[in-house]
């Protein structure tokens, strides 16, 4: 068996490689033929293929070493806009190593950004526009600002159907020689909504348990991704214990490491299956939703999960 | 001059005149034991009650002096049981002392007595005063205190009050004079302010902000905040839980010199234990959340026009959100979130560097990485050392974070050694299977 991240070993090099987000696929494919692009900007949920239709790009414009005509940062992870403004500066600044005139600079999470780091992004990204094409990768363009969206073509990235996931996934058994049972396979594509990275992350773990990937080991990896902890959690608010939900809450966020979305959508999926008045369900999934979109804006998970949780303490009990 | 000395020891007045404040008191008391030459009196004992710092035992101190009394005193560190009481009891029922001096019993502090310790302690007081020949004069903070309700009857009662600016400016000057100290007055009334009438706080105070100079102005007392800043926040709290008044409630929040972040974590943390009704509860949070979401916009945009939305929310809203519970006293406690911040630190920074190589190495954010990819790592470093230990080359984990990823499931088992003992014999393979790459 081969050891390292299947993520990484599995993802296409080519354009040519790439099975999904097919129309996407084309146009881009017309730029490394025309080698000519515009700035681009990715749009698309989590796992879809975004990272990967840049490198690939990046890949068929430039060639075997298109790493040194590639610069990836990170929103997230790059400290203000001043730190992207150099590196930017710097990458653009160097000759390219190949017949085409620009080089590429991948700027992923870019809806982190604020408002003003955007601001100051556009002028950076006129500055640079003869030696350096932006693709800025996103989960929702509306984050990002007008004038940039102007400047980009625009591409969703849709969710993998679940038929695209299951053939990659029994591809992928095949090639590490796992017996992937086709229950497996549907617990899978059930797990992964769309999101490739994470049915072959799942897949992996399951095989790490035993070679037979079946829903039971399935269901077992699902398991232990998300800590008991939540069920716990949300079993304190509804008997009214805001204090002590609030206490695993904070455990949960702060030594787990679980991201506010993370819980959320759990507590959405257990509130589903509950036992209580379906009506109150829905006023439930409500305040979740309302949950959710807070912190897409930005809102500190803690408080807004807590008001959540209020939520939730104050209902009336007489579902035991 | 020496810093070792405490000035209030240094400085402590030897005789009444040198006593600042409550004058009428000391009159009082001076003249209740002048009696005493002429034989015992009606109440045998007296009782000095007042605040601390008052000058209650210095008066007692003071007087005895100028009368040429002995002072005989039993105070709070001293063994106050029911035995001990009865033998200086025993000794006060004669009149002199074996030098023919008249005595005075000093109980200080008697509002201290520990009635569980010191069993017995409160009637051995009482027979004392019954069979005494000498005085007795016993200190209280609080006269109302039931452990010595029964002593008030038995006691002539003389209140001692907080000292006045006035009197304790003077006092003050008199002493920075003695020093050889310049201090402004503005800078001996803020130590006033600041103590509330205490004289051995404001000594105190006084001798600290000097640390040794010898000139006193009002930059030197910068520190003295703090403790008024806990109290300051305590009072702001109290008045946004329980005054229901909006504009109370926003204003309570100037009188409080803390950042408007800080303080919406002290309401945070503090809201479900003042608000102890349900619906109230709920209203209080969904306030705080609707303020914390003026703050993401604010921070993301830098409206901070935005602000007095998000301020009005935090304080008035949470204030009118009491309605169903009742009043009642619950002390204020320390944002919990802060502090498990502060502990859970290590751990956030090992998943972030953690994350940080996976981020590296298949092109995601530390984020994505920590939230999406960590939670099946720690499952496949859990389950299977042989996958584990190419994936720990693969994204070059060292010793440290490999332990980490197989110790996360039972956080409690940890530092347990046995998972150590693991990690160090999977790794033989590792390297023997690193090095035949």
Redesign the interface.
């Known amino acids: 068996m081969e050891s390292t991240m299947w993520v990484e070993k599995y993802r296409p090099k080519t354009l040519g490689e790439m099975r999904n987000q097919t129309e996407i696929v084309q146009r881009l494919r017309r730029f490394a033929e025309s080698k000519t692009m515009p700035h681009c900007l990715f749009a698309g949920p989590a796992g879809t293929g975004k990272t990967t239709a840049a490198l690939c790009l990046a890949h068929d414009l430039f060639g075997e070493r298109y790493l040194d005509a590639f610069l990836e940062l990170n929103a997230s992870d790059e400290r203000g806009i001043e730190v992207i403004r150099t590196k930017v500066k710097d990458f653009a600044r160097a000759a390219t190593i190949s017949d085409v005139p620009f080089k590429i600079l991948v700027l992923d999470e870019a809806d982190h950004m604020t408002k003003d780091a955007q601001h100051a992004l556009r002028r950076t990204m006129e500055r640079y526009t003869d030696t350096c094409r932006f693709i800025l990768s996103c989960n929702y363009s509306g984050e990002i600002i007008e004038p940039i969206q102007s400047r980009c073509a625009l591409f969703r990235f849709i969710p993998l159907k679940h038929q695209d996931v299951t053939d990659l996934l029994n591809e992928l058994a095949i090639k590490e020689k796992l017996k992937l049972e086709a229950s497996g396979v549907v617990a899978l594509v059930e797990v992964a909504e769309g999101d490739l990275r994470k049915a072959t992350n799942a897949l992996q773990a399951a095989a790490s348990m035993g070679n037979a990937i079946t829903e039971e080991s399935v269901c077992q990896v699902v398991g232990r991704t998300k800590p008991k902890e939540i069920a716990e959690m949300i079993d304190l608010a509804l008997k009214g214990e805001f204090l002590k939900a609030r206490d695993k809450l904070r455990s949960l966020l702060l030594e787990y490491g679980l991201s506010g979305p993370d819980i959320v959508r759990q507590i959405h999926s257990e509130i589903l299956k509950m036992n209580m008045p379906e009506r109150s369900k829905i006023v439930l999934v409500d305040a979740v939703g309302e949950t959710d979109s807070r912190l897409t804006q930005g809102a500190t998970e803690e408080i807004q999960l807590s008001a959540l949780l209020a939520k939730l303490s104050s209902l009336p009990l007489e579902q035991g | 001059m020496s810093m070792g000395t405490p000035w209030t020891t240094k400085h402590r007045p030897k005789t009444l005149k040198d006593i600042a404040g409550n004058e009428k008191a000391r009159d009082q008391f001076r003249t209740w034991l002048e009696s005493w030459h002429k034989g015992p009196r009606e109440k045998k004992a007296a009782l000095l009650y007042g605040p601390a710092g008052t000058g209650k035992t210095v008066t007692v101190e003071a007087v005895a002096h100028d009368l040429g009394f002995d002072l005989i005193e039993v105070n709070a560190s001293d063994h106050r049981n029911e035995a001990s009481l009865n033998k200086i009891a025993g000794s006060a029922a004669t009149e002199r002392d074996l030098f023919g001096r008249n005595k005075i019993i000093l109980l200080d502090e008697i509002d201290g007595i520990n009635l569980r310790e010191d069993q017995g302690a409160i009637s051995a007081v009482i027979g004392m005063i019954a069979v005494t020949g000498s005085p007795i004069v016993m200190t209280a903070n609080d006269i109302w205190n039931p452990r010595i309700s029964s002593l008030r009857s038995r006691c002539l009662p003389i209140e001692f009050k907080r000292l006045g600016v006035r009197e304790s400016v003077q006092y003050l000057e008199k002493l920075c004079q003695a020093e050889g100290i310049e201090a402004d007055v503005s800078a001996l009334r803020a130590i006033y302010d600041h103590n509330k009438g205490d004289m051995r706080s404001i000594i105190n105070d006084l001798q600290t902000a000097l640390a040794g100079k010898k000139k006193l102005t009002l930059n030197d007392l910068e520190w003295l905040g703090w403790r008024d800043r806990q109290e300051a926040i305590f009072n702001a709290l109290g008045t946004i839980f329980s005054s229901r008044n909006v504009l109370k409630s926003v204003r309570a929040m100037d009188t409080v010199d803390m950042d408007y972040k800080m303080l919406y974590e002290w309401i945070?943390e503090n809201a479900?234990?003042q608000l102890t009704d349900?619906?109230d509860?709920?209203h209080a949070?969904?306030s705080?959340?609707r303020a914390?979401?003026y703050?993401?916009?604010i921070?993301?945009?830098?409206a901070w026009r935005l602000l007095p939305y998000a301020l009005d929310m935090m304080t008035g809203g949470v204030s009118t959100s009491r309605v169903r519970t009742k009043p009642s006293w619950t002390p204020m406690r320390f944002p919990?979130?802060i502090m498990?911040?502060s502990s859970?630190r290590g751990?956030?920074e090992m998943?972030n560097t953690i994350g940080?190589k996976?981020?590296s190495?298949?092109?995601?954010?530390?984020?994505?990485s920590?939230?999406?990819?960590?939670?099946?790592l720690?499952?496949?470093f859990e389950?299977?050392s042989?996958?584990?230990?190419?994936?720990a080359?693969?994204?070059k984990l060292d010793d440290e974070m490999i332990t980490f990823l197989r110790g996360q499931?039972s956080?409690e088992k940890k530092s347990i050694p046995r998972s150590k003992k693991t990690v160090s014999k999977d790794r033989k393979p590792r390297r023997r299977?690193a090095s035949s790459l």
Do not use: C, W
């Open positions: 945070y479900p234990l349900k619906t509860l709920l949070i969904d705080l959340a914390d979401i703050f993401a916009r921070n993301k945009s830098q919990q979130r498990k911040l859970t751990i956030r998943r940080a996976i981020g190495s298949i092109h995601a954010s530390v984020r994505t920590v939230s999406d990819v960590l939670p099946y720690r499952i496949i389950s299977n042989e996958m584990a230990n190419g994936i080359d693969y994204l499931e956080k299977k």
